[in-house]
């Protein structure tokens, strides 16, 4: 069975009989879970309180001096270094310069909290129930009212229905 896909959302992927499959943004986030999930245990990782850099260079050894032969800077550079390092100044570039001079991978990254899925559907609920709150106000003086169950019921459909479309608007109200 042919469908024009054309009249369907573009982020949707589709399986061979153009069936949709999933959101394309959900499948995007759910492998991108499955990385950050991985990197969990780093979530309590606590820098050494001189910094990751002096640490390693203490570590194996070397001198400050020598540390700033392999990179072809002066001494005082690498006292710099290590100082905006603590400060949070120092520049992803120049963390994975300093990473290959010590035979050490840098690695960047963002560990969530809590599961994006989480995030994003407590963000989702927020914002419908705002929406929500508004629309029963006025359902109320039109004597419409909803019951609490249906109340819950609609929530919840419009939480899924965010979720799923990730509107613009979505994060523009915390």
């Known amino acids: 069975m042919l469908l024009d896909k054309s009249r369907f959302h573009r982020d949707l992927l589709w399986d061979i009989e153009g069936v949709t499959v999933m959101n394309?943004?959900?499948?995007?986030?759910e492998q991108l879970e499955a990385t950050l999930g991985r990197?969990?245990?780093?979530?309590?990782?606590?820098?050494?309180?001189?910094?990751?850099?002096?640490a390693i260079r203490n570590a194996l050894g070397m001198t400050a001096?020598?540390?700033?032969?392999?990179l072809g800077v002066a001494q005082q550079a690498v006292a710099r270094i290590e100082k905006d390092e603590l400060t949070g100044s120092v520049t992803i570039k120049t963390m994975r310069r300093v990473a290959e001079s010590l035979d050490c991978a840098f690695v960047y990254g963002f560990v969530p909290r809590s599961s994006l899925e989480t995030t994003l559907r407590k963000q989702a609920q927020?914002?419908?129930a705002r929406r929500l709150a508004r629309a029963s106000q006025t359902m109320a003086l039109e004597n419409q009212a909803l019951s609490k169950k249906e109340n819950e019921k609609v929530l919840s459909e419009m939480v899924s229905e965010l979720v799923?479309?990730?509107p613009p608007n979505l994060w523009n109200e915390s």
């Open 24 to 29: 394309k943004k959900k499948l995007i986030r």
């Open 39 to 54: 990197l969990s245990p780093l979530r309590n990782v606590i820098s050494p309180p001189k910094g990751w850099i002096r």
């Open 65 to 70: 001096k020598q540390l700033a032969g392999r």
């Open 126 to 128: 927020q914002l419908a």
């Open 164 to 166: 799923d479309t990730l």
